[in-house]
């Protein structure tokens, strides 16, 4: 699997946009409704995955609470991967993007777990590489090896065997992405105006419209249901709402797409996948029978396991540490 980073300097963060309306553009990650999601066959690379229709619905319980059963046969896999989100996660929220590091707990616990055996840990998220560099201690390493964590950024659009040296989206976009790009850059920017505290987050592949903070709730959800419906109109957009935040992208990855493919690509015993946002419940639906996948905070989930916050994920890790060691 061979992929690029980005280089050069951090993403620029400047007060902007908006979320808080239904994604239209592609089918709703934030939707646990009928309606299954497509898996996928192992290939090369998450981008030539085949789609192989489901035949109905999986039936998901309630999310009840990790117990010591679940820890137990974590415990005893003989190969596991940690597929973990960051923001509202491993990591609180911050009014700076830039400022937020992951809890204490599940710093340590991270580092434990990497370093045991048959033990993989994925940090896999919506922000780029560059942003993840900064807020946790890892970067993209291009040949991973058995105790480093990897780094997947852009929800599975920035993965972690990455080549330091090139810059991560020129050599993945078309021109026509790149000039879709800025057509969204454009507009967002406009709207973004219309709210004091609206800010935009620029990433390689997409633009990510925040309203976390305004003083004027309704009226930033007014300049995006405006924005959404200007950006509509553009063939090759793909939008997803997250907390407080909208995407607009110009590539379909999502988190289920890229991990589906690498649980293909190296067939973990199990998996454990935890998430807090609308955008990891593509990653919750394609998990397996025998693996784990854990809602973090309050919503609807396809997960059959919920904690209260970031603490009690930092609980949960550190108790699956103890138990592997």
């Not at 902007?16 to 646990?32: K, L, M, Y």
């Not at 793909?238 to 589906?260: N, P, Q």
């Not at 998990?287 to 916050?309: F, H, I, M, N, W």
Request: proline share 7%.
């Amino acid at each position: 699997m061979t992929a690029t980073s980005p280089g050069g300097s951090p993403s620029c963060w400047r007060p902007r946009t908006c979320a808080g309306v239904s994604t239209t553009a592609t089918p709703c990650a934030s939707s646990v409704c009928g309606s299954a999601t497509p898996r996928r066959t192992a290939s090369a690379s998450p981008g030539d995955a085949t789609l192989v229709p489901m035949t109905s619905p999986v039936s998901v319980p309630v999310p009840g609470p990790v117990t010591d059963a679940d820890i137990a046969d974590l415990a005893s896999a003989g190969s596991l991967l940690l597929a973990l989100d960051v923001d509202g996660t491993l990591a609180g929220f911050s009014t700076d993007p830039l400022a937020v590091r992951l809890v204490p707990g599940s710093a340590t616990a991270v580092e434990t777990l990497r370093t045991l055996p048959d033990t993989t840990v994925m940090l896999l998220s919506g922000r780029d590489l560059k942003q993840l560099q900064i807020i946790t201690p890892y970067g993209p390493v291009a040949a991973p090896g058995p105790d480093d964590v990897r780094l997947v950024g852009s929800h599975g659009a920035e993965p972690a065997e990455a080549d330091a040296d090139s810059d991560g989206a020129a050599d993945v976009l078309t021109g026509e992405q790149k000039d879709l790009l800025d057509r969204v850059t454009t507009l967002a920017e406009e709207y973004a105006t219309r709210e004091e505290k609206l800010w935009v987050e620029y990433k390689p592949f997409s633009r990510s419209l925040h309203c976390r903070g305004t003083q004027n709730r309704p009226l930033a959800e007014a300049a995006m249901a405006e924005l959404r419906a200007a950006v509509g109109q553009f063939e090759g957009v793909h939008l997803t709402d997250g907390k407080d935040i909208l995407e607009i992208a110009v590539t379909d990855m999502t988190k289920g797409r890229y991990l589906e493919w690498f649980i293909g690509a190296t067939d973990p015993d199990k998996v454990v996948f935890m998430g807090d946002d609308t955008t990891d419940e593509t990653a919750l639906k394609i998990l397996r029978p025998q693996d784990l996948g854990v809602k973090v905070g309050e919503g609807e989930t396809a997960a059959s396991r919920r904690v209260a916050d970031t603490q009690e994920v930092a609980e949960v890790l550190l108790r699956v540490a103890a138990a592997r060691q």
